[in-house]
């Protein structure tokens, strides 16, 4: 049993056929995931005989922090350890209403995107549902304060570690545990078919964000590979069933990248597309990586699609870019680790 990851029950079970008396799984999970430690040796209440025994059966995988890095708006990035040696890393974000966490859900990623750090690293493996779940563990320690919502934006596609991904959800919004709301959960995705009709079934208040950027094939296909699985039309056909079939609504999410995407033209495709539906569009500058030759829309391109958008009924908003000082885009520290530490450790 991974610890870390395990239900109460689980751990229940797991304890009673190693004779470890019952109440000793509803402590244990206290420890972990409300008060937040990540040895045995924290949890006060056992004696230290079974601190040890616990140490040697299950151990707590969580992520190590190795390095902080602070932007001069006050975004903080954390590189992680794991424990088989390498590096994810998460974005703590503060806003008005309270701290953000976009954490990592996989070592590298498959998916390929053109414009994206995180998959130039190549994979190396999915995480768990632990290792997911202390990435905001140690933002909310390192804070200090109650993190209030948390977005599936890291390093990795959730939909290609949908399992785990789930359980971590489900820890993460456990009462036993930091019980944050549902509705305060992003989960992004490339666009995978098979993992948004999972989600679906399952009605989740959480929302889903469809990276989306671009309005039609001929862009998508250059920059973002799942394209060739899914085309944009299928895609937007299974978000429009997504909201019809869970009443919430689905995020789009469109990274500027100038002389790509960002004319007035595909501004008026992406209004026809969406017209109707029950979403809102995210758009973002992009975050340049030194690796890829995408270069960030200049403002007011930003400002006349997002117009065109609005005037044609969307709901718009241009996110803020925080965090662009310290590398805080996806897989983007991971990258600059690796390449500190003699090249990438995932080719
Ligand atoms: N794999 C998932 C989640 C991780 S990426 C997904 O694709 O949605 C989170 C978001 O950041 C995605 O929308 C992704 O396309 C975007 N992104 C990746 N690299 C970026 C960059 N350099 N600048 C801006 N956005 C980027």
């Not at 004779?19 to 799984?25: C, D, E, G, L």
């Not at 001929?218 to 997504?242: A, H, Q, T, W």
């Not at 991971?334 to 090249?343: A, Q, S, Y």
């Amino acid at each position: 049993m991974d610890i870390l990851s395990a239900t109460q029950a689980e751990i229940l079970a797991a304890f009673k056929e190693n004779s470890i008396q019952s109440f000793r799984a509803k402590q244990v999970y206290e420890w972990l995931h409300k008060k937040l430690v990540t040895d045995y040796d924290e949890m006060t209440n056992l004696p230290k005989s079974m601190r040890e025994t616990l140490s040697e059966l299950y151990p707590i995988n969580s992520v190590k922090a190795e390095k902080i890095f602070t932007a001069e708006d006050g975004t903080v990035k954390a590189l992680y350890s794991l424990s088989d040696g390498d590096f994810v890393e998460s974005v703590i974000m503060k806003y008005k209403y309270g701290y953000t966490v976009c954490v990592s859900s996989q070592v590298g990623c498959k998916m390929g995107c053109a414009f994206c750090a995180s998959t130039l690293g190549g994979f190396k493996r999915s995480l768990t549902a632990g290792e997911i779940l202390s990435q905001v563990y140690f933002a909310q320690k390192y804070v200090g304060e109650r993190i209030s919502h948390v977005v599936l934006m890291g390093m990795g596609e959730p939909m290609d570690n949908f399992d785990n991904v789930m359980r971590f959800i489900e820890l993460l919004t456990d009462e036993n545990g930091l019980n944050l709301s549902m509705r305060n959960i992003s989960l992004s995705t490339c666009g995978i078919p098979s993992g948004i009709e999972k989600l679906m079934q399952k009605h989740l208040q959480l929302t889903l964000s469809i990276s989306l950027h671009a309005p039609n094939d001929e862009i998508r296909n250059k920059i973002m590979p799942v394209n060739k699985i899914c085309s944009v039309d299928e895609l937007l056909n299974i978000c429009r069933r997504y909201t019809e079939e869970t009443s919430r609504r689905i995020s789009f999410e469109y990274s500027m990248m100038s002389g790509v995407n960002d004319s007035d033209d595909n501004a008026r495709e992406l209004a026809s597309k969406l017209r109707g539906m029950l979403c809102h569009v995210n758009l973002i500058p992009i975050n340049e990586v030194e690796e890829s030759p995408f270069k960030p829309s200049p403002p007011s391109r930003i400002k006349s699609f997002s117009d065109i958008l609005a005037q044609s009924g969307i709901s718009v908003t241009v996110r803020r870019k925080l965090g662009s000082d310290i590398d805080a885009s996806c897989g983007q520290l991971r990258l600059k680790e690796n390449r500190d530490r003699g090249g990438y450790k995932c080719s």
